[in-house]
C-alpha cells in the first residue's frame, strides 16, 4: 500500500509544480499579487511531497520490501542497511527522484531567502523552477517509476552493483546533483532578467551567491568522484574522461566561466549577454549531462540502462527548456554592448581570456564527448577519442589561465596598471624559476615533476603578493571581504591541483608483480613485503584478503590488506588498499592467485607508489572552499540589495499600481 | 543574427541526439549477436540436479531439438519468467531442459518446489564453468537446440509471452519443417 502512496505523492507533487510554474507567471505577467504569490506555498507543498515519496522509498529498501520491482533490483536481505539507503540513489529511477529531491532542497531555500527581492522578478525566478519540476516529475511518473511493483513478489532480491557499494558512493551522487541542479538557480534568474528585460543588472548580484554555491558543490561531487574512482576501481587512476565524467565537467567549467562573468557584469556591467548565455549553458549542460547518463546515446562504464522512451523524453524536454531559453535570449538579450569601457590592459581583458578558454575547453569536451555519435552519423563506425585528446588540448587550453592568474587581481577595472605588473612578474617569476631548478635535482630532471613545482610556486606567490598588498594598503577590517578570500583560496587551489597532477605524474611509480609468500620489492624507496592471502568475510561478502607489510629503511610504515570480494550474486570487486599521506599515497591492489585455487601461493600484484596524488582533491577541496567563502560575502545580503537596487523597487510599485 | 547563433547551435545538437536515439533502436546495443548461432552447442557432462551420480551430456539430448534454459533460484527475472514456462512450455512441442546455473543444489530443489518444475531434464552446474562455453554472462537465458546439437536460437533475459511467440514458436516451426 505505502508504495501507492508514494506515486500519489508524486502526482500531486507534479501537480504543486504546475501551479507553481504557471500561475506565479501569470500574474507576473498580468500584475496580478494573488496568482504570484502562489509560488511559494506551492513550492512548500511541493517540497513536502516529493520528501514523502523520497522518505517511501527510503522505507521501502529499509524493510525489504521486494514486491517494489527497484527494489527487489537493487537489494538484497545481506545488504547493510547503509548501503540500502544508498541504492536508492543506487540506479535511474531512484537517482531522478534524489535529482528532484534536490531541485527541491534548492527551490526552497530560493523560496526562504528571495523574500527581499522585488515580488515580479522572484515569481518569476519561482516560475521557472517550478517547470524545470514539472519537467523532472513528469518524466519520472510516466517512464521512471521507482515504486513500480514487482508481482509475485520474490523471496529475495538482486544486488546493488558491487562497485557502489562504497562509502565514498553514498555520499558522491547527492553532493554532485546539488552542483548540477544547483546551476538552475542561475538559469532560473538569467530568464527571469531576460522576460523582466529592463532590470538586467540588478540580478546578477543577487544569482551571484547562488552559483558560487552551487560551483562549490559541483566541485566537492567531482572531487568525491574522482576520489573513489582511486579508491575504487583498483586502477590507481584518478579521472578517465569517461562521458559521464566528461558530463559532469562540462557543466563545471561553464560554471567557472559563469562565476568569473557574472563578478564582471555586477561590478562593471559589461559582458551582460555573456553571462546570460553562460548562466543558460551551464544548466543546459547539467541537463545535456542527465540525457547522456540515462538515453543510452553513449555507452559508458556508469551510465544507466537505458530505455529509448526516456531518451525521447528526455530530448523532448531538453529541446523545450534548451531551445525555449535560448529563442527567449535571441529575442530579448541586451541588444548593445552596455557597461563602462575597459582598456586593453584591464581585469575585464584577464576574465575574458579565461573566459573564452573555459568556454572552448567546455566546448573541446562536449565535441569529445559525442565523437562516437558523430561517427556513427558520419558513418565512420564508432569511433571514439580518448585520453590522448583531452590530455593534449585540455592542458594547452588551461596553460594561458594558469601563465595569467596571478596577475588578475592586481588588474585594476576598467584600465590596468602596467607598473603594478612589472613586480609580480619579477617576484613570482624568479620565484618559479629558482623553485623549479632546485626541484630539477630531486626529480631526476623529469620535466613534468619540475613544470608542477614552477606552477606552483607562480601561483602561490601570485596569491601571496595580492594577500600582501591588501594587507599593506587596505585599512584593518577590511583587508579581507570573503570575496576576495574566497578568489585567493579557490586560485590557491589551482596551483595545489596542477602541483598534484604533475608530480604524480611524472614521479608515480606502477608496477605489476608477482609475488610469493615473503618476498619483497622495492618501490619508491619502500619496500613492500608479501605476508600471503587469507579468507574473510564481511556483511554481505567472502574476500581474499592479502597482507603487505611496508617498511622503509627497516622501519615499519604500514600494513596494507587489499581485498578480492565475492558478492553473493558472484560479482567479484577489487578493494585496493592504500596507505594515505600528505607527500605520497601506497596503493596495492590484488590480482589473480598465480596458481588458480591455491590461494595461498603466489599472487599477482599491482604496486603503486604515487607522490602528490592527495595534492589533486586538495586542490579540489581548496577550489570549493574558495567558491563557498565567496558566497558569504557581506555584499551579496540582500538587506543591502533591497536598497541599492532602485530599479527593481520601482518596477514592484508600478506593479502594484 | 548573432544572437540566433546559439539556438541553432543547439539544433544542430538536438539533431544529432535524435539521431543517436533513432541509431540505437535499430542498432540494439545489448544485444551482442551471439557467435554460437548455427553452430553446434559445445560438449558438455553435468550432473543430473535430483541425482548428481546421472551424468548428462550433450550426445545423450541427441536426437530431439530441446530448449536448454538457464535459471537460478537467485535470479529475480528468473521469478518473472517460471509461470510463463510452466504455462507455455506443454504448448512448445520440445523437450525443456532445465540448466540450473551457479546454484546450491538444495537452494535450486526448493525453489522448484516452491515454483513447480516444468522441465523434462534437470542440469546441474554449480561452478559455473560449462556455462562460460555456452556464453552465459547471466541468468535467465535460453538455447533452441536442434536434433544434430546446433544451436538455432538464443535469447537472453526472461522468456515473456511476447517473445515466445514472435521469436520462439517461429524457431521451432522452422525447425519442424526442415526435420526428415
Not at chain 1, 515580488?119 to 514539472?134: K, N, P, Q, S
Not at chain 1, 531518451?311 to 527548456?321: E, K, N, Q, R, Y
Not at chain 1, 610556486?457 to 603578493?465: A, D, F, I, Y
Not at chain 2, 544451436?151 to 515466445?164: A, E, N, S
Request: with cysteine; net charge positive; charged share 15%.
Amino acid at each position: 500500500m505505502t508504495p501507492e502512496l508514494g506515486q500519489l505523492a508524486l502526482i500531486l507533487a507534479l501537480l504543486l509544480a504546475l501551479a507553481q510554474g504557471v500561475l506565479p507567471l501569470i500574474g507576473a505577467w498580468r500584475g496580478n499579487r494573488a496568482l504570484m504569490a502562489v509560488a511559494r506555498p506551492a513550492a512548500a507543498g511541493q517540497a513536502v511531497f516529493v520528501a514523502m515519496a523520497f522518505g517511501i522509498l527510503v522505507w521501502a529498501f529499509l524493510h525489504f520490501d521486494f514486491s517494489v520491482r527497484y527494489v527487489a533490483e537493487n537489494s538484497n536481505l545481506e545488504l547493510p542497511w547503509y548501503y540500502r539507503i544508498a541504492a536508492v540513489w543506487g540506479a535511474h529511477e531512484g537517482s531522478l527522484l534524489l535529482w528532484i529531491l534536490i531541485l527541491n532542497v534548492w527551490t526552497v531555500a530560493l523560496a526562504a531567502f528571495s523574500t527581499k527581492l522585488p515580488e515580479v522578478f522572484a515569481a518569476r525566478v519561482m516560475a521557472v523552477m517550478g517547470l524545470i519540476a514539472v519537467g523532472f516529475l513528469a518524466f519520472t511518473i510516466f517512464t521512471s517509476d521507482p515504486f513500480g511493483r514487482l508481482l509475485p513478489m520474490p523471496g529475495d532480491g538482486a544486488d546493488l552493483n558491487p562497485v557502489l557499494q562504497d562509502p565514498g558512493m553514498t555520499f558522491h551522487p547527492p553532493v554532485l546533483y546539488m552542483g548540477y541542479v544547483g546551476f538552475s538557480v542561475a538559469f532560473a534568474f538569467s530568464i527571469a532578467g531576460l522576460l523582466g528585460g529592463e532590470m538586467e543588472q540588478a540580478w546578477v548580484r543577487w544569482a551571484r551567491p547562488w552559483t558560487n554555491i552551487a560551483w562549490g558543490f559541483l566541485t566537492c561531487g567531482i572531487v568525491a568522484g574522482s576520489w573513489w574512482a582511486y579508491a575504487e576501481l583498483g586502477w590507481g587512476g584518478w579521472w578517465f574522461w569517461d562521458p559521464v565524467e566528461n558530463a559532469s565537467f562540462m557543466p563545471w567549467l561553464v560554471g567557472l566561466a559563469l562565476i568569473h562573468a557574472q563578478a564582471v557584469t555586477e561590478k562593471r556591467g559589461s559582458l551582460r549577454a555573456w553571462t546570460i548565455l553562460l548562466s543558460i549553458f551551464a544548466f543546459s549542460l547539467s541537463l545535456l549531462g542527465t540525457f547522456l547518463v540515462r538515453s543510452g546515446v553513449l555507452t559508458s562504464v556508469h551510465a544507466f540502462a537505458s530505455d529509448p522512451r526516456r531518451g525521447v523524453f528526455i530530448l523532448a524536454f531538453l529541446t523545450i527548456v534548451v531551445g525555449g531559453s535560448l529563442l527567449l535570449y535571441a529575442l530579448r538579450a541586451p541588444k548593445v554592448a552596455g557597461g563602462k569601457p575597459f582598456a586593453l590592459l584591464s581585469r575585464e581583458t584577464v576574465l575574458l581570456i579565461g573566459n573564452l578558454m573555459f568556454a572552448v575547453a567546455s566546448a573541446m569536451v562536449l565535441l569529445g564527448t559525442l565523437f562516437p555519435l558523430i561517427g556513427d552519423a558520419m558513418h565512420l563506425g564508432r569511433i571514439s577519442v580518448g585520453p590522448p585528446y583531452f590530455g593534449f588540448l585540455f592542458p594547452l587550453l588551461m596553460l594561458p589561465v594558469v601563465l595569467l592568474l596571478p596577475f588578475g587581481p592586481f588588474l585594476r577595472w576598467g584600465k590596468g596598471e602596467a607598473s603594478l605588473l612589472k613586480p609580480v612578474l619579477l617576484r613570482a617569476g624568479i620565484a618559479a624559476a629558482a623553485c623549479a631548478i632546485v626541484a630539477a635535482f630531486f626529480v631526476d630532471g623529469k620535466l613534468k615533476a619540475i613544470a608542477g613545482v614552477a606552477a606552483l610556486v607562480w601561483l602561490g606567490v601570485g596569491v601571496l603578493l595580492y594577500a600582501l598588498k591588501r594587507w599593506r594598503e587596505a585599512p584593518r577590517g577590511k583587508r579581507y571581504p570573503a570575496e576576495l578570500a574566497g578568489m585567493l583560496l579557490a586560485h590557491l587551489g589551482v596551483g595545489v591541483f596542477v602541483a598534484g597532477v604533475l608530480l604524480t605524474e611524472a614521479l608515480g611509480v606502477t608496477s605489476d608483480v608477482r609475488m610469493a609468500p615473503g618476498q619483497t620489492q622495492h618501490i619508491g624507496g619502500y619496500d613492500f613485503r608479501f605476508d600471503g592471502v587469507q579468507r574473510t568475510t564481511g556483511p554481505n561478502w567472502r574476500a581474499d584478503q592479502g597482507t603487505i607489510t611496508v617498511t622503509r629503511d627497516g622501519h615499519a610504515v604500514a600494513t596494507m590488506t587489499p581485498q578480492k570480494r565475492t558478492y553473493p550474486r558472484g560479482q567479484v570487486q577489487t578493494e585496493s588498499a592504500v596507505d594515505a599521506g600528505f607527500f605520497r599515497d601506497l596503493y596495492v591492489a590484488l590480482g589473480e592467485p598465480m596458481d588458480a585455487g591455491n590461494i595461498e601461493g603466489a599472487w599477482s600484484l599491482r604496486l603503486y607508489y604515487k607522490p602528490f596524488v592527495r595534492w589533486i582533491w586538495g586542490g579540489g577541496l581548496l577550489m570549493m572552499l574558495g567558491g563557498f567563502t565567496c558566497a558569504a560575502d557581506k555584499r551579496f545580503r540582500l538587506k543591502r540589495i533591497a536598497e541599492s537596487a532602485p530599479v527593481g523597487a520601482l518596477q514592484l510599485q508600478e506593479t502594484r499600481a | 543574427m548573432s544572437r540566433l547563433l546559439p539556438l541553432f547551435g543547439f539544433l544542430l545538437l538536438v539533431t544529432l541526439f535524435g539521431f543517436g536515439i533513432w541509431w540505437n533502436t535499430r542498432h540494439d546495443q545489448t544485444a551482442i549477436p551471439s557467435p554460437l548461432i548455427n553452430k553446434p552447442a559445445p560438449a558438455f557432462v553435468l550432473p543430473e540436479l535430483y541425482d548428481p551420480a546421472v551424468k548428462v551430456s550433450k550426445t545423450d539430448l541427441l536426437g530431439k531439438p530441446y530448449l536448454l534454459n538457464v535459471f537460478a533460484s537467485w535470479c529475480v527475472e528468473c521469478g518473472v519468467e517460471h509461470p510463463v514456462l510452466q504455462v507455455e512450455g506443454p504448448t512448445l512441442g520440445v523437450q525443456l531442459v532445465g540448466y540450473n546455473y551457479k546454484d546450491a543444489p538444495a537452494d535450486a530443489k526448493r525453489w522448484l518446489a516452491e515454483h513447480g518444475n516444468p522441465y523434462h531434464v534437470l542440469l546441474a552446474d554449480q561452478s559455473g564453468d560449462t556455462a562460460i562455453n555456452f556464453g552465459v554472462y547471466g541468468a535467465p537465458e535460453s538455447f533452441l537446440i536442434d536434433a544434430r546439437g546446433v544451436i538455432r536460437y538464443k535469447h537472453i533475459g526472461p522468456l515473456t509471452p511476447g517473445v515466445i511467440r514472435r521469436e520462439l514458436k517461429p524457431a521451432i516451426a522452422a525447425l519442424s519443417k526442415e526435420a526428415p
